[in-house]
């Protein structure tokens, strides 16, 4: 297996990794979780882009958000994972780079994320807790999630 961490701004993102990150996105949280919205936010613009490719072909993806731009706290989004690599350790992978770059960047600052509800278990492995109430968007119930960056730590 041959696999490629890639950070990117947006002006950093060649067309072809811009067309799979939409293509992806897409693939998930529109087609397979049946949700209609605007994937293209316009947030993506201001984002570091962390893309993880296996033979060439990008599998896991997220974007970050540094304190200050869409809200006080950091904030991760986006994050998935290809339904053809999942239960294989990817998405453990996944965050456990996006805390590492976070502390790296801002260790004392908060971050925070948007996580499904039932994937609530998956973020508190890295030190995430839930805050505030539970929430519906697109027809599926959310929670947000916060944690001190510089006691976050690496699950994988």
Known sequence: MNRQWLWRRFDELSLRELYAVLKLRQEVFVVEQTCAFLDADERDFTAAHLLGLEEGRLVAYLRVHAGGVLQAEAVISRVITAQSHRRQGLGLDLLGRAVRYLQASAPDAEAWLGAQ?????????????????????????????QGKIDRLHDAA
């Open 117 to 145: 509800q039932r994937l609530q278990s998956f973020y508190g492995r890295f030190g995430f807790r839930p805050v505030g109430e539970p929430y519906l968007e697109d027809g599926i119930w959310h929670i947000g999630m």
